[in-house]
């Protein structure tokens, strides 16, 4: 296997080193007015019919014979720039765009080039500006971009108001989430109703359900990447939002003009302080959290430029004596270099932290529980623009992992034991090439291979179960002793065949390896889910997924439609036996079961990008199922996330140069679910009796959202919208959960409990910004 | 723990006073009937009881039938054995069995052509030292300024060489509580084990003149495991875990339980 690697590694750079010299240009595209670097804005060279679109930096290279062109330079919502070049030796263009002045007029969803959908091999993508957020209706007036991406196909949200997210069957721990490229751990906030991500920070966004480049590694699923603004770069500028349960300011300034900027962006909710002004009882507790995001960069040259982002956010919730707060912290170092104007460096130092911290005070005593994990992260990344029709990626990257799996400690006149689960490390490392090819004038791919390895260290003491949980052997580890290794090869390709200008056949296929898990107490997001490394029990889990689609645009690439279908396999999937207790829990791998996974699904896409009226409807058939030899019986069952139908719908339209009316109406078939099938008494009382896992279903959930934005008077120097939204219009109870019990009020007799959350809900939101 | 997340999502919910729970309407499967054993050998004077039933109809109690003409057989791992009389329609008591500390027992029914068996421990007592109580602050525990509850206190010494399982039991005016969502009150010693331990019950609204008493069961590991996971099946389906049916030390699919505690008492009068 090895030796395949290698050879697949060297193939095509020799191909890439030994194509024909030709001269490049390169340089950066820029948005003129803030200086924000543009990612995938569109560089042509019309004499020659090719082009290509600067990276996540704003950096763009193409290398092309000798000549005189014309390049035209373009990014939606923006001027286009045509230069005209005599280009007989390598060439420098930085470009500065133009925000177009009647951008207003046109509600985009993407900058992408108007038929990349078409040409591009990638397949199961989904991009979002996130200035595109600003119309859609949201719960509490909260712009998030965790829950507009649930309205793409193939994406479902893990409840009702979930930030969680499932892609294509997976579950929501497989998403890998990444905030300037530090993994967030835990990407909710307040029980998973809002995410950590303040979109006034926030640039953009690419979720990849499929065709996952092998830059990117860790998680089965799904990767969602998003980038932070890196700050105005011209002048000063501050914006933000007053709503209903929280404010958001966030401050711009250029460090020295042109060279540099940063960004301080901050949130903070504040339901609890206007609930206690209706319930006096509820005085001197909170429940609240806050988000912070900065991020400041510098060029330092022709060459180099470096960048410094943090995010730290943290709920906090203090009911009398008893204290819970948990949160994220990321921190990320970059440096960019240009070796030559061909090869293009990224090195990224990069540190994640998730923990939640409990405090009781009770019986003279004070309890404290803990758990977290921090990671410190080396990352290498090259970019070598070979020539027009390749470019080639490869780097690699090494995190140590610490996980503190959970301790619980208290002190006073009666204290209890203290609990403490010992830490475990381990190295999760990665080392990838791919190239992204076009052949011909039809056909593009992107390939490339990922070999990602795992290594779990001492110290500590490791057991290892049989299936029914019980040890068969105890193991003392020294300091950095090796405990186990797993590494896995992990193919990606995603290739697009043009049938004609307008339409596309697409296909793509990866393996995914994922070393750490999360284990959850409870369905809903929660602050108190632990992540676990793999270890001698708990094998790395494994998936492929074969996918192939149909892509085409309609009326002047106005209109864009795909089909996608898709089959994904996994294996080492992890579920939990009865009873099973995760917290504080040193056996926990002894109460855990492995089994299999399937999903397959057709996620159908129709999208109006251009227009007054804008909008989509995305439709995914799916069905997804697991397979456990120690539950079910070892039948295969369906998973939680096993959606038959999801449906969303999405528009928005410009009524005048002031209002804009938008609309989302959302419908899934019910979640897979464990109801009773009989009864018995146990001590007099009705105890249920299961049988089937997830043998029933929720009742199905739809929901209308409406909002209005209004755009206040626009100056120069100062803007300003208000946004009135509905949520649930047509105030339809979605079941949240369906509880079992027996009745209240009449003995013998039992009764089935709909507990709904949230029925219709008005809020406002106003924004400013000057 | 898990209470802690509803707790939470109670708290969230309230806090916008958002939601909304209403009885509805579900159709549910019928299970075929499977036989349900309930029976516990303690270290308090006989007899003890074995309860035979059937699981029926979750919506419907008239299909819960008692089982006749079953034979329960209770074993000592001394080799003494007892055949439990049939006193009423599904319940079998002992006659002369007095259930001994640190001793093994076994049960072995036979119903309907099937054989059902299971083993459990009945550990040594762990007496209660003292009892005591306190008024809770005012507005604690989610209570308006006005609600006056106590906080009961039960000290006990943890025996430090031995897993110890525990149930607590608690009588106001000799009325039990009533078990409901996750009021079997069971824990194990990790918390404090070899010490000595008050553990409290808050928020109890209880007033001066009352008698508070407490049973301290010590129980095998069998009946600490099914009282902790009966919790879990009957607050169920929410938004908690998959439910699962308890963990039971019967075999053959048999529901139920064969549980065995020693069993030490106190009490305390408010005032």
């Given at each position: 296997m090895k030796i395949n690697f290698l050879i697949v590694f060297f193939l095509f750079f020799t191909q890439v080193l030994f194509a024909q010299e030709k001269n490049t240009l390169s340089g950066y595209i820029k948005d003129g007015s803030t200086g924000e670097e543009l990612i995938g804005a569109t560089v042509y060279i019309q004499e020659l019919s090719i082009g290509t679109v600067s990276n996540v930096y704003g950096f763009y290279s193409i290398t092309i014979p000798a000549g005189d062109y014309h390049v035209r330079y373009s990014y939606i919502g923006y001027e286009t720039e045509v230069d005209s070049i005599d280009f007989y030796a390598n060439q420098v263009i930085n470009i500065e765009l133009k925000p177009q002045?009647?951008?207003?007029?046109e509600v985009v969803i993407t900058g992408e080039q108007s038929d990349e959908n078409v040409r591009s091999a990638e397949m199961g993508v989904v991009k979002m500006d996130v200035k595109d957020l600003d119309v859609i209706p949201v719960l509490f007036g909260e712009k998030d971009i965790l829950k507009t991406i649930q309205l793409m196909p193939g994406v479902s949200g893990a409840g009702e108001g979930s930030t969680g997210f499932y892609v294509r069957g997976g579950n929501t721990d497989q998403n890998l989430i990444l905030l300037d490229e530090a993994p967030v751990y835990n990407a909710s906030h307040l029980l998973g109703f809002f995410s950590v991500f303040n979109s006034d920070a926030l640039k953009d966004m690419k979720l990849y359900k499929s065709g996952i480049p092998a830059r990117y590694g860790g998680r089965l699923s799904s990767v969602l990447d998003v980038h932070m603004n890196n700050g105005n770069s011209k002048k000063f500028t501050m914006q933000g939002g007053i709503g209903i349960i929280s404010s958001r300011l966030t401050l711009e300034a250029p460090i020295?003009?042109?060279?540099g900027s940063f960004i301080i962006s901050g949130r903070r909710t504040y339901a609890d302080v206007v609930y206690s002004i209706f319930d006096p009882d509820f005085r001197g507790n909170s429940l609240y959290f806050y988000d912070l995001n900065a991020k400041a960069n510098y060029t330092l040259g022709e060459k180099d430029r470096i960048y410094l982002s943090t995010y730290f956010g943290r709920d906090k919730f203090e009911f009398g004596n008893f204290g819970f707060d948990w949160g994220n912290k990321t921190a990320t170092l970059r440096w960019n270099h240009l070796y030559n104007e061909r090869l293009f460096s990224n090195t990224s130092f990069i540190y994640s932290n998730y923990n939640y911290k409990i405090k009781a005070e009770m019986s003279e005593a004070v309890t404290r529980i803990s758990s977290g994990i921090e990671d410190l992260n080396f990352k290498q990344d090259f970019s070598f623009y070979a020539n027009s029709n390749n470019t080639a990626r490869f780097g690699f990257n090494v995190i140590y992992h610490t996980f503190f799996p959970g301790e619980l400690t208290s002190e006073g006149e009666n204290a209890f034991n203290d609990i403490i689960l010992d830490q475990q490390q381990a190295f999760e490392s990665g080392i990838y090439a791919s190239n992204e090819q076009k052949i011909g004038t039809r056909f593009n791919m992107n390939y490339g291979l990922r070999l990602s390895m795992f290594n779990s260290m001492g110290p500590g003491t490791f057991n290892t179960y049989d299936s029914d949980g019980s040890i068969t052997n105890t193991q003392e580890y020294d300091s950095w002793e090796n405990i186990i290794n797993y590494y896995g090869f992990e193919p990606r390709m995603s290739a697009s065949f043009l049938l004609n200008e307008v339409s596309s056949i697409k296909v793509s296929f990866q393996r995914t390896y994922q070393y750490i898990h999360l284990l959850s107490s409870s369905t809903s997001e929660n602050p108190t889910d632990i992540w676990v490394p793999s270890s001698i029990n708990v094998k790395p889990g494994i998936a492929e997924q074969y996918s192939i689609g149909y892509f085409r645009n309609f009326f002047d690439d106005k209109f864009e439609t795909s089909v996608e279908v898709y089959y994904k396999d996994m294996h080492n999937q992890i579920d939990y036996k009865?009873?099973?207790?995760?917290?504080?829990?040193?056996?926990v791998e002894a109460d855990l079961a492995f089994g299999i996974g399937r999903s397959y699904g057709l996620e159908v896409f129709l999208k109006k990008r251009l227009g007054k009226f804008t909008g989509w409807i995305g439709y995914t058939l799916g069905k997804t199922e697991k397979q456990f030899d120690q539950i079910n019986e070892g039948n295969w069952y369906s998973a939680r996330q096993d959606r038959r139908h999801d449906i969303s719908i999405v528009g928005s339209y410009k009524l005048s140069q002031k209002w804009t009316l938008a609309a989302n109406w959302i419908y899934y078939t019910g979640d897979a679910v464990t109801f009773p099938s009989g009864q018995y008494i146990i001590d007099g009382n009705s105890v249920p009796l299961y049988t089937e896992r997830n043998g029933y279903r929720m009742p199905d959930y739809h929901r209308l959202d409406i909002s209005a934005t209004y755009m206040g008077k626009q100056t120069r120097r100062f803007n300003s919208s208000w946004n009135f939204s509905l949520y649930n219009v047509y105030a339809h109870e979605n079941a949240y959960s369906i509880s079992f019990r027996e009745s209240e009020d009449n003995p013998y007799e039992n009764e089935a409990v709909q507990l709904s959350l949230f029925s219709i809900i008005p809020s406002i939101t106003w924004n400013f910004k000057f | 723990m898990k209470n802690l997340v509803n707790i939470i999502i109670l708290l969230f919910s309230v806090l916008f006073l958002l939601s909304c729970e209403k009885v509805i309407d579900v159709d549910l499967k019928d299970a075929e009937s499977r036989l349900v054993i309930e029976g516990n050998i303690t270290?308090?004077?006989?007899?003890y009881t074995v309860y035979l039933s059937k699981s029926g109809s979750y919506f419907d109690y008239s299909t819960l039938e008692r089982v006749e003409n079953g034979e329960v057989i209770i074993s000592d791992e001394n080799g003494y054995s007892e055949v439990l009389n049939e006193v009423s329609p599904g319940i079998y008591q002992t006659q002369n069995m007095q259930g001994e500390e640190n001793t093994n027992y076994s049960i072995q029914v036979v119903s309907e052509g099937e054989i059902y068996t299971a083993e459990e421990y009945l550990p040594n007592k762990v007496e209660i030292d003292t009892m005591y109580f306190e008024k809770d602050e005012p507005?604690?525990?989610?209570?308006?300024?006005n609600t006056v509850t106590y906080s009961i206190y039960c000290v006990f010494t943890d025996p430090a060489e031995t897993v110890d399982y525990y149930r607590f039991k608690i009588y106001t005016n000799g009325l039990l509580e009533e078990a409901g969502?996750?009021?079997?009150?069971v824990t194990d010693d990790e918390l404090f084990n070899g010490i000595t331990f008050p553990v409290r019950f808050a928020g109890r609204e209880v007033v001066p003149g009352d008698t508070v008493k407490i049973e301290l069961q010590t129980t095998g590991f069998n009946t600490y495991e099914y009282f902790r996971t009966v919790n879990d099946a009957i607050g169920g389906g929410g938004m908690g875990s998959t439910p699962y049916n308890p963990i039971t030390n019967l075999d053959n699919d048999a529901l139920g339980y064969f549980g065995a505690y020693n069993n030490s008492a106190s009490e305390v009068v408010i005032q």
């Amino acid at each position: 296997m090895k030796i395949n690697f290698l050879i697949v590694f060297f193939l095509f750079f020799t191909q890439v080193l030994f194509a024909q010299e030709k001269n490049t240009l390169s340089g950066y595209i820029k948005d003129g007015s803030t200086g924000e670097e543009l990612i995938g804005a569109t560089v042509y060279i019309q004499e020659l019919s090719i082009g290509t679109v600067s990276n996540v930096y704003g950096f763009y290279s193409i290398t092309i014979p000798a000549g005189d062109y014309h390049v035209r330079y373009s990014y939606i919502g923006y001027e286009t720039e045509v230069d005209s070049i005599d280009f007989y030796a390598n060439q420098v263009i930085n470009i500065e765009l133009k925000p177009q002045s009647t951008q207003l007029d046109e509600v985009v969803i993407t900058g992408e080039q108007s038929d990349e959908n078409v040409r591009s091999a990638e397949m199961g993508v989904v991009k979002m500006d996130v200035k595109d957020l600003d119309v859609i209706p949201v719960l509490f007036g909260e712009k998030d971009i965790l829950k507009t991406i649930q309205l793409m196909p193939g994406v479902s949200g893990a409840g009702e108001g979930s930030t969680g997210f499932y892609v294509r069957g997976g579950n929501t721990d497989q998403n890998l989430i990444l905030l300037d490229e530090a993994p967030v751990y835990n990407a909710s906030h307040l029980l998973g109703f809002f995410s950590v991500f303040n979109s006034d920070a926030l640039k953009d966004m690419k979720l990849y359900k499929s065709g996952i480049p092998a830059r990117y590694g860790g998680r089965l699923s799904s990767v969602l990447d998003v980038h932070m603004n890196n700050g105005n770069s011209k002048k000063f500028t501050m914006q933000g939002g007053i709503g209903i349960i929280s404010s958001r300011l966030t401050l711009e300034a250029p460090i020295v003009k042109d060279k540099g900027s940063f960004i301080i962006s901050g949130r903070r909710t504040y339901a609890d302080v206007v609930y206690s002004i209706f319930d006096p009882d509820f005085r001197g507790n909170s429940l609240y959290f806050y988000d912070l995001n900065a991020k400041a960069n510098y060029t330092l040259g022709e060459k180099d430029r470096i960048y410094l982002s943090t995010y730290f956010g943290r709920d906090k919730f203090e009911f009398g004596n008893f204290g819970f707060d948990w949160g994220n912290k990321t921190a990320t170092l970059r440096w960019n270099h240009l070796y030559n104007e061909r090869l293009f460096s990224n090195t990224s130092f990069i540190y994640s932290n998730y923990n939640y911290k409990i405090k009781a005070e009770m019986s003279e005593a004070v309890t404290r529980i803990s758990s977290g994990i921090e990671d410190l992260n080396f990352k290498q990344d090259f970019s070598f623009y070979a020539n027009s029709n390749n470019t080639a990626r490869f780097g690699f990257n090494v995190i140590y992992h610490t996980f503190f799996p959970g301790e619980l400690t208290s002190e006073g006149e009666n204290a209890f034991n203290d609990i403490i689960l010992d830490q475990q490390q381990a190295f999760e490392s990665g080392i990838y090439a791919s190239n992204e090819q076009k052949i011909g004038t039809r056909f593009n791919m992107n390939y490339g291979l990922r070999l990602s390895m795992f290594n779990s260290m001492g110290p500590g003491t490791f057991n290892t179960y049989d299936s029914d949980g019980s040890i068969t052997n105890t193991q003392e580890y020294d300091s950095w002793e090796n405990i186990i290794n797993y590494y896995g090869f992990e193919p990606r390709m995603s290739a697009s065949f043009l049938l004609n200008e307008v339409s596309s056949i697409k296909v793509s296929f990866q393996r995914t390896y994922q070393y750490i898990h999360l284990l959850s107490s409870s369905t809903s997001e929660n602050p108190t889910d632990i992540w676990v490394p793999s270890s001698i029990n708990v094998k790395p889990g494994i998936a492929e997924q074969y996918s192939i689609g149909y892509f085409r645009n309609f009326f002047d690439d106005k209109f864009e439609t795909s089909v996608e279908v898709y089959y994904k396999d996994m294996h080492n999937q992890i579920d939990y036996k009865d009873g099973a207790n995760v917290l504080l829990n040193e056996y926990v791998e002894a109460d855990l079961a492995f089994g299999i996974g399937r999903s397959y699904g057709l996620e159908v896409f129709l999208k109006k990008r251009l227009g007054k009226f804008t909008g989509w409807i995305g439709y995914t058939l799916g069905k997804t199922e697991k397979q456990f030899d120690q539950i079910n019986e070892g039948n295969w069952y369906s998973a939680r996330q096993d959606r038959r139908h999801d449906i969303s719908i999405v528009g928005s339209y410009k009524l005048s140069q002031k209002w804009t009316l938008a609309a989302n109406w959302i419908y899934y078939t019910g979640d897979a679910v464990t109801f009773p099938s009989g009864q018995y008494i146990i001590d007099g009382n009705s105890v249920p009796l299961y049988t089937e896992r997830n043998g029933y279903r929720m009742p199905d959930y739809h929901r209308l959202d409406i909002s209005a934005t209004y755009m206040g008077k626009q100056t120069r120097r100062f803007n300003s919208s208000w946004n009135f939204s509905l949520y649930n219009v047509y105030a339809h109870e979605n079941a949240y959960s369906i509880s079992f019990r027996e009745s209240e009020d009449n003995p013998y007799e039992n009764e089935a409990v709909q507990l709904s959350l949230f029925s219709i809900i008005p809020s406002i939101t106003w924004n400013f910004k000057f | 723990m898990k209470n802690l997340v509803n707790i939470i999502i109670l708290l969230f919910s309230v806090l916008f006073l958002l939601s909304c729970e209403k009885v509805i309407d579900v159709d549910l499967k019928d299970a075929e009937s499977r036989l349900v054993i309930e029976g516990n050998i303690t270290s308090d004077a006989g007899p003890y009881t074995v309860y035979l039933s059937k699981s029926g109809s979750y919506f419907d109690y008239s299909t819960l039938e008692r089982v006749e003409n079953g034979e329960v057989i209770i074993s000592d791992e001394n080799g003494y054995s007892e055949v439990l009389n049939e006193v009423s329609p599904g319940i079998y008591q002992t006659q002369n069995m007095q259930g001994e500390e640190n001793t093994n027992y076994s049960i072995q029914v036979v119903s309907e052509g099937e054989i059902y068996t299971a083993e459990e421990y009945l550990p040594n007592k762990v007496e209660i030292d003292t009892m005591y109580f306190e008024k809770d602050e005012p507005g604690s525990y989610g209570n308006d300024e006005n609600t006056v509850t106590y906080s009961i206190y039960c000290v006990f010494t943890d025996p430090a060489e031995t897993v110890d399982y525990y149930r607590f039991k608690i009588y106001t005016n000799g009325l039990l509580e009533e078990a409901g969502f996750g009021t079997y009150l069971v824990t194990d010693d990790e918390l404090f084990n070899g010490i000595t331990f008050p553990v409290r019950f808050a928020g109890r609204e209880v007033v001066p003149g009352d008698t508070v008493k407490i049973e301290l069961q010590t129980t095998g590991f069998n009946t600490y495991e099914y009282f902790r996971t009966v919790n879990d099946a009957i607050g169920g389906g929410g938004m908690g875990s998959t439910p699962y049916n308890p963990i039971t030390n019967l075999d053959n699919d048999a529901l139920g339980y064969f549980g065995a505690y020693n069993n030490s008492a106190s009490e305390v009068v408010i005032q």
